[in-house]
Structures are given as structure tokens and as C-alpha cells.
């Protein structure tokens, strides 16, 4: 069940970059905005490739947190910055910097050395309603405040990390009910899965994070949102697998490797960040 999970997670992190890559590459052959943007989006060959792939990536996801638990499944997520460099370098008609291998390899290795250590285990989509409230109480609480501080920051690198920050809780959130959501649906079926409070509450902070992730991605530049994007959805979708779904990661001396591993994904999401806008913009 874990390796199948991990399996999924992976291909949902490939499919979703390859989305995110197809998109930005019909959305830069275009100088409309709005509703007229999206008009001419709907009828191009890599804007519909960019749809299938985060429509795969959300089944993918799903599949993955049905067999998986959270805190294995959404750090995996991380591989998405890897995958969408490698993919947008050839299509953007880039050259791959040699920063961009570095910030791969640290990423993977990174990763690998952070998730074997961890062992994350035990897979249940059940929380009782007493663990819920807080839960989305201190989540919705969080993006709240960040887009508070947001609002008043005239620093646009910061104004960016701050509510792509806000949309790392809001992911982690739609997380957290999709796999209680998807849960109900493998156990109880369809009309269980419509009567659920969860299928309506993943739907609604699915869009609030993509809202957030659009005004971060605005409001200042992309190596300043994506490591606050990428590294706080992992975090926080460990400590609700931990606190919401009681999973498990291993404590004592392989706390050390743990943290050899995070500081790896650190060091390597900042180096894919400004590789990627280097592809972006250059």
C-alpha cells in the first residue's frame, strides 16, 4: 500500500508539472488578459495538454491519499519543481542551467534521505470531529493572518512568500479532506462521498489556494513564492497526517538525517526556483 501511494504521489507530481508547463507555454504565446485570455487559451493544443495533466495529477493525488498516508503522500509533491524544470527547459526552447541539475539532485536526494528516515506510516481517512475544528480552525486562522500581513507589506518579495504561504496551508488543508473525502467514496460510494461536509470543504479551499497561489505569483517574483509554496505545503500536510489522522514518523537519532534531509529539499527548492524563472524570462 505504501510503495503504491508513493507510486501514485510521484506520477501526480509528473502529471501536474507537465500541466503547469503546457499551460505557461500557451499562456506566453498570448498578450490578452482576462476573460479574453481564456478564450483564446480553451482553443489551443498545449493549454488542453496542460488541462489533462491537472486533471491526472488531482486523480493521481487521490489515489495516492487513498492508499497512502499524508505525510508520505504530499511531501513526494515536492518533486513537482524537478519535473517541471526538466519539462519546461525543452519546451520553453531553454537550455537547462547546470544550477538547475544541482537543485535537482539536492531535491531527490534530499527527499529520499528525509522520507526513509521519517518512514511515515498508517493510513486511515477517519478524524473524529474533535480534531477536525482545531484543525481547520488554526489552518483557515493561519491564511488568514498571512494574508493580513500581506496586505500590509509594500515589499513585493515578501508580500509574495506571504501568501504563497497562505496557499501552502490552503493545499495542505485540501489535502488533508480530499484523502477523508476519497476515503468515504472507497468505502461508502458515491452518494456517501456527495453527503460528506469534506467533499464540499476540499472544493472550497482548493479554490481559496489557487486564488492565493495567483496573487502570490503577482504580487512579487517566483523565487520568492515557490519555496514558501512548496516547503510549507510539505509541512504542514506532516503535522496534520500527525495530529489529524494520528500517522507516524520515526523520532530519535533519525531526527538527524530527517533534518540532513530537509535542509537538502531547502537548498535545492531555492535553487530550482530561480532556475525555472531563469527559463521563464530569459
Keep these: 500500500m505504501i510503495e503504491l501511494a508513493a507510486a501514485y504521489a510521484v506520477a501526480g507530481a509528473a502529471s501536474n508539472a507537465a500541466g503547469t508547463a503546457f499551460q505557461r507555454k500557451a499562456a506566453s504565446a498570448s498578450s490578452r488578459g482576462g476573460i479574453r485570455l481564456l478564450a483564446e487559451l480553451v482553443r489551443r493544443r498545449y493549454w488542453l495538454l496542460g488541462m489533462a495533466?491537472?486533471?491526472?495529477?488531482?486523480?493521481?493525488?487521490?489515489?495516492?491519499?487513498?492508499?497512502?498516508?499524508?505525510?508520505?503522500?504530499?511531501?513526494?509533491?515536492?518533486?513537482?519543481?524537478p519535473f517541471a524544470l526538466l519539462i519546461a527547459a525543452p519546451l520553453m526552447h531553454r537550455r537547462l542551467p547546470r544550477s538547475g541539475w544541482w537543485g535537482v539532485g539536492s531535491c531527490v536526494a534530499g527527499l529520499a534521505a528525509l522520507l526513509a528516515a521519517a518512514a511515515p506510516h498508517g493510513v486511515t481517512h477517519d478524524a473524529p470531529l474533535t480534531r477536525w475544528t482545531p484543525a481547520l480552525c488554526l489552518g483557515l486562522g493561519g491564511m488568514a493572518v498571512t494574508v493580513l500581513l500581506a496586505r500590509h507589506d509594500r515589499q513585493p518579495a515578501r508580500r509574495a512568500a506571504l501568501l504563497a504561504a497562505a496557499s501552502a496551508i490552503g493545499n495542505a488543508l485540501t489535502a488533508a479532506l480530499l484523502k477523508s473525502a476519497t476515503g468515504t467514496f472507497a468505502d461508502d460510494g458515491f452518494l456517501a462521498f456527495l453527503c460528506s461536509w469534506q467533499t464540499y470543504g476540499f472544493a472550497l479551499t482548493g479554490m481559496a489556494a489557487v486564488v492565493l497561489l495567483e496573487n502570490a505569483l503577482q504580487a512579487g517574483p517566483l523565487a520568492a513564492a515557490q519555496p514558501a509554496l512548496t516547503i510549507g505545503d510539505?509541512?504542514?500536510?506532516?503535522?496534520?497526517g500527525i495530529t489529524l489522522?494520528?500517522?507516524?514518523?520515526?523520532?530519535g537519532w533519525w531526527l538527524v538525517p530527517e533534518v540532513c534531509g530537509g535542509l537538502l529539499i531547502v537548498v535545492g527548492v531555492l535553487v530550482l526556483s530561480r532556475a525555472v524563472q531563469r527559463i521563464e524570462f530569459t
Excluded at 487521490?62 to 492508499?67: I, K, P
Excluded at 489522522?245 to 523520532?251: H, P
Aim: proline share 5%; charged share 10%; glycine share 10%.
Design 234 to 240: 510539505a509541512m504542514v500536510s506532516l503535522v496534520l
Design 53 to 81: 495533466g491537472v486533471i491526472g495529477a488531482a486523480l493521481f493525488q487521490s489515489l495516492a491519499l487513498v492508499n497512502g498516508p499524508l505525510a508520505l503522500v504530499q511531501p513526494l509533491f515536492i518533486l513537482e519543481l
Design 245 to 251: 489522522f494520528g500517522e507516524r514518523i520515526r523520532a
